[in-house]
C-alpha cells in the first residue's frame, strides 16, 4: 500500500476560487497536468474531450462576453453581478476547461465519453493539487447556453464537463461536510423489485 497516496487522496478538497493568487503553473506544469489528464479510462481510445487553457488577458476578455450575455439573456444587472461575471475567469491565473467532444461510434456510447472527460478532469484537478496548486472543477450558467460555450471557445457539438480554476492558495482552508460514505455502498443482494 501507497499511504502517501492513500493520504494525498484523503485529504483531497477543492480550493476557494477567490483564495487563489499567482503565479500560476508553468509551461512544464501545465505539459505534466496535461499528461496526467489524459491518463484515464478511454473505452475505444477515442480521446472524447480536450483542455482549452484560458490564462493572461484572456481571461477578462471572457469575462467581459459573459457579461454582457448575462444582460443579453437577463436584462439589465446590477454593477456587483456584472462584476462577478467579468471576474468569473480572472480570479485564478489559470482556468482549464475540460471539453467533452461527441465522436461517432457505433459502440460507444456519448455518456460514456462524457464520463471519460469527466474522468479527465478529476485527473487534472488532483495533478495540480500533486504539484502544489489550489484547484476547483466547477461549470456555471454560461456552460449551458450555446452562446456561452462558443465564447468559451467551444464548436457547436461540444458540451462543458468543467472549468478547473488553479492557483496558488495560502494556509489553509476548511473542508466542506463529506457524505457519510458508510452508508454510500451495499453488497449486490439481486435484482431490485418493482
Not at 484572456?58 to 439589465?76: H, M, N, P, S
Not at 461510434?105 to 493539487?129: H, R, T, Y
Amino acid at each position: 500500500m501507497n499511504r502517501a497516496v492513500i493520504d494525498f487522496l484523503l485529504a483531497r478538497k477543492s480550493a476557494p476560487i477567490d483564495q487563489m493568487s499567482g503565479p500560476g503553473p508553468t509551461d512544464e506544469e501545465i505539459d505534466l497536468m496535461m499528461r496526467i489528464a489524459s491518463r484515464v479510462p478511454d473505452h475505444g481510445r477515442l480521446a472524447p474531450w480536450r483542455f482549452i487553457l484560458y490564462r493572461g488577458a484572456a481571461r477578462r476578455e471572457i469575462g467581459d462576453r459573459l457579461a454582457e450575455l448575462a444582460v443579453k439573456l437577463e436584462g439589465e444587472l446590477p454593477e456587483m453581478r456584472l462584476e462577478k461575471e467579468r471576474t468569473r475567469f480572472s480570479r485564478a491565473p489559470l482556468v482549464v476547461g475540460v471539453v467533452s467532444i461527441a465522436r461517432d461510434n457505433p459502440k460507444i456510447p456519448q455518456w460514456e465519453m462524457f464520463l471519460s472527460g469527466g474522468a479527465a478532469a478529476m485527473n487534472l484537478s488532483l495533478a495540480a493539487q500533486a504539484i502544489g496548486y489550489g484547484a476547483n472543477w466547477i461549470t456555471n450558467w454560461y456552460s449551458d447556453t450555446a452562446e456561452g460555450r462558443a465564447i468559451l471557445g467551444l464548436k457547436a457539438n461540444e458540451r462543458v464537463v468543467g472549468f478547473v480554476h488553479i492557483g496558488v492558495v495560502d494556509g489553509d482552508f476548511p473542508d466542506r461536510p463529506r457524505p457519510d460514505w458508510k452508508t454510500l455502498y451495499t453488497d449486490y443482494s439481486g435484482p431490485e423489485a418493482g
